[in-house]
């Protein structure tokens, strides 16, 4: 098999290491400080399409596929890694699920400003006495009315929980 990176993967690679190195680096000491990823990111990412890596078109993405959005991840975890974890919770734990198994207008009222960095996403599972095992969750979503459904339960270690726009839980569906 023959690994040789096309002159579009060397493009690229090239060109988005010089954006985190200019646009994202720069600041990752200050983010880790603050314990703040600064909404800019969010916006700068998604401007040279990091969001919309893994995703279709029609929904703000670049289609690009799993081995461009690896490559890109590496490069943005070395240049901050904090902002790696965030961005990716938006685009990746919250997107990834809705572009997977979302229905069509799940897709369309969601990934669109995910991937345009309008809106933050985030992905509730982890509990205080389940933690991260979804066998063991005890969070009840319980359907109120046609399509309606109330949650409750407790939910922790939210990555983005203080500053998302929209939360995709994890629930038991009870009656």
Same mark, same amino acid.
């Given at each position: 098999?023959?690994? @040789?990176?096309?002159?579009?993967?060397?493009?690229?690679?090239?060109?988005?290491?010089?954006?985190? +190195? +200019? $646009? #994202?680096?720069? =600041?990752? $000491?200050?983010?880790?400080?603050?314990?703040?990823?600064? !909404?800019?990111? =969010?916006?700068?990412?998604?401007?040279?399409?990091? #969001?919309?890596?893994?995703?279709?078109?029609?929904?703000?993405?670049?289609?690009?596929?799993? *081995?461009?959005?690896?490559?890109?991840?590496?490069?943005?975890?070395?240049?901050?890694?904090? @902002? *790696? =974890?965030?961005?990716?919770?938006?685009?990746?734990?919250?997107?990834?699920? #809705?572009?997977?198994?979302?229905?069509?207008?799940?897709? !369309?009222?969601?990934?669109?400003? #995910?991937? /345009?960095?309008?809106?933050?996403?985030?992905?509730?599972? @982890? $509990?205080? /006495?389940?933690?991260?095992?979804?066998?063991?969750? !005890?969070?009840?979503?319980? $359907?109120?009315?046609?399509?309606?459904?109330?949650?409750?339960?407790? +939910?922790?270690?939210? @990555?983005?929980?203080?500053?998302? /726009?929209?939360?995709?839980?994890?629930? !038991? =569906?009870?009656?």
């Amino acid at each position: 098999m023959d690994f @040789t990176l096309s002159e579009d993967e060397l493009l690229f690679i090239n060109s988005f290491n010089d954006f985190c +190195k +200019k $646009e #994202i680096e720069p =600041f990752a $000491e200050e983010a880790d400080r603050k314990k703040e990823i600064p !909404r800019s990111h =969010f916006h700068k990412l998604a401007q040279i399409g990091y #969001i919309g890596l893994p995703h279709e078109e029609e929904y703000g993405g670049q289609n690009a596929g799993a *081995f461009r959005s690896l490559i890109a991840m590496q490069i943005l975890g070395k240049s901050c890694g904090s @902002t *790696f =974890f965030s961005v990716g919770a938006s685009g990746g734990l919250f997107g990834l699920p #809705i572009h997977h198994y979302g229905n069509e207008e799940q897709k !369309r009222n969601y990934l669109p400003s #995910i991937n /345009d960095g309008s809106k933050i996403g985030s992905l509730g599972i @982890t $509990e205080p /006495d389940a933690g991260s095992d979804v066998s063991s969750l !005890r969070t009840i979503a319980k $359907e109120v009315s046609k399509g309606r459904y109330q949650l409750s339960g407790q +939910k922790t270690y939210i @990555t983005n929980a203080p500053i998302a /726009d929209f939360c995709l839980f994890l629930p !038991r =569906f009870g009656i």
